[in-house]
């Protein structure tokens, strides 16, 4: 089961839990996209509407290249929450190789043609992909856990490590698109054995 969270909220993974089900998506009909899929949600923290409205515009450099970040338009996010998220090497490496097998497709275009397509479609939809997430975890056992896992994941444990490379919880938020600091700090799990550490060093 995925750690518990307060409330309703989605549970975090922990690091096991995304090796093990980033190993597993690979082993499906449709692997590269279904792992890249996790990986915009447990890398770069993008929501189920994010992931659907990825544009390979927002991916590549002007050269038609996959570049360091992601620039995440308003359009493709919600509200006002557009952003740049740099690419984590695995996520960029998956995006790699599915632009390589996007560009086989007949009607690729690199301003408009989306990083997530189907078999049936050019575009997948927010709740296809919300969709995707639940068969996923029911597939491997994890209970309690949602679309919103990965985000929360992603948001929490950049949280956790921010500090190490000299940034704050402000960097945090800028990466989840968050409009204010308060509501980042919903997101983020507490650690109970960290705050009887701090506590000794106080």
């Not at 301003?111 to 479609?121: G, H």
């Not at 490590?161 to 204010?180: E, F, N, P, W, Y």
Request: net charge positive.
């Amino acid at each position: 089961r995925c750690p518990m969270a307060l409330g309703k909220q989605a549970k975090i993974l922990t690091k096991g839990q995304v090796d093990s089900l980033t190993a597993f998506l690979l082993t499906r009909r449709h692997g590269l996209r279904d792992q890249t899929v996790f990986l915009l949600s447990v890398r770069a923290g993008l929501r189920a509407k994010e992931v659907a409205n990825l544009r390979w515009a927002m991916v590549l450099t002007p050269e038609g290249e996959v570049a360091n970040a992601i620039h995440l338009t308003d359009v493709a996010s919600k509200g006002r929450s557009g952003r740049v998220i740099p690419l984590n090497k695995q996520l960029r490496i998956n995006l790699v190789k599915l632009l390589e097998v996007a560009k086989q497709g007949y009607h690729f275009n690199l301003e408009k043609s989306y990083v997530i397509t189907t078999e049936r479609s050019a575009q997948t939809s927010p709740q296809a992909v919300v969709n995707m997430f639940k068969r996923w975890y029911n597939d491997v056992g994890l209970l309690g856990c949602s679309s919103h896992s990965g985000r929360r994941t992603f948001i929490t444990n950049a949280a956790r490590k921010i500090s190490t490379v000299g940034g704050s919880l402000r960097d945090v938020q800028m990466l989840a698109g968050h409009s204010s600091l308060a509501v980042t700090q919903r997101y983020i799990e507490g650690d109970s054995e960290a705050r009887q550490k701090i506590v000794d060093l106080i």
